[in-house]
C-alpha cells in the first residue's frame, strides 16, 4: 500500500448508504454519514487531488446541450471540463459531487428500457453507492493508476457489501458498463462525468471480468493505464474477496 495523507475523509451524502459497506476496510457508514480512512481503505493512494466542476453547472449548462456535426459531445464535455473543471484536494466535496452524478445516472426512469428484468431499483441503489465511492480512484495523464480503492473492483466490492452471487454481481456490472452499449446513455455518461473531470474509462473486455473503471482525464494514456491495471488487479481483487467469507462468518 501507498498512501500520502492519513487524515480522515468524513462526508454526509443525501442518501443513507448501506451499513454493510463498513465489511471492507477502513470505511464507516452511519446514515448518510460516511467516514474513510485512507490508510486502510486505499490500496493505493498517492494522489491528494481531484478535478471536478460543480454540478449545478453541469446541468444547466451541458446535460441539455446536443452535439452537431462540428461539435461531438465529447467535446462538448472537454470544453466543459476546461472552462469551469477546478481542482480540489477537499474529498468529500468529490464524494458529493460523485453522489449527484450517479443518482442522475442511474435514476429508477431507466429500468424499463434496460431490457434486464432482474434488474430493480434497489440494484440502482447499490450501483449508485458504489460508483459514488469509487469516484475517489484517479488516474494521471501519464496513465499511471495513483489512487486504488476496493471499489474499483467493481463485482468484486458488491458482493462484499452486498451478498451478491457471481451471476447478479456481473449482471450489476453489465449495467454498469451499459453507457457502452446504450448510446443514449453513453452520451448522458460523458456529459454526467464532465462533473468528475473526465469520461468513465473501463479495465473490461467485452464482457466483466471485475477490472473496473474510474473516471479518467481526457488525454491520460490509455496505455499505461491498461498495464498498470493489468499489473496490479489479481492481487487485489482476492484481497476483496477475503473479506466476503468474514462477511458472511
Known amino acids: 500500500m501507498t498512501t500520502i495523507d492519513t487524515a480522515a475523509i ?123 465511492l469509487m469516484a475517489l480512484n484517479k488516474v494521471e495523464l501519464d496513465g499511471h493508476i495513483s489512487n486504488v480503492g476496493p471499489c474499483w473492483f467493481f463485482p468484486a466490492a458488491t458482493s462484499v457489501v452486498f451478498d451478491l452471487d457471481e451471476e447478479t454481481g456481473c449482471l450489476l456490472d453489465e449495467v454498469y458498463h451499459g453507457g457502452w452499449f446504450n448510446e443514449h446513455r453513453r452520451i448522458e455518461s460523458i456529459k454526467a462525468h464532465a462533473a468528475l473531470g473526465g469520461r468513465l474509462v473501463h479495465g473490461c473486455q467485452s464482457v466483466p471480468d471485475q477490472s473496473g473503471g474510474v473516471v479518467a482525464p481526457y488525454g491520460a494514456s490509455m496505455t499505461n493505464f491498461r498495464d498498470g491495471l493489468a499489473e496490479f488487479k489479481g492481487d487485489w481483487i482476492k484481497q476483496v474477496h477475503a473479506h466476503r467469507a468474514a462477511s458472511a462468518a
Do not use: C, N
Open 10 to 132: 468524513t462526508v454526509e451524502l443525501p442518501e443513507a448508504f448501506d451499513t454493510r459497506w463498513s465489511r471492507l476496510p477502513g470505511i464507516q457508514v452511519e446514515g448518510r454519514r460516511i467516514t474513510i480512512d485512507p490508510a486502510e481503505y486505499f490500496f493505493r493512494f498517492e494522489s491528494h487531488a481531484w478535478l471536478v466542476a460543480d454540478w449545478e453547472l453541469v446541468k444547466s449548462q451541458l446535460l441539455d446541450v446536443d452535439e452537431t456535426t462540428e461539435s461531438a459531445v465529447e467535446q462538448l464535455a472537454l470544453g466543459f471540463i476546461k472552462q469551469h473543471g477546478q481542482s480540489t484536494s477537499d474529498a468529500a466535496r468529490v464524494l458529493s459531487i460523485a453522489y449527484e452524478v450517479y443518482a442522475y445516472l442511474f435514476r429508477e426512469e431507466h429500468l424499463a428500457g434496460l431490457g434486464l428484468r432482474q434488474i430493480t431499483a434497489e440494484h440502482l441503489r447499490m450501483l449508485r453507492e458504489a460508483a459514488t
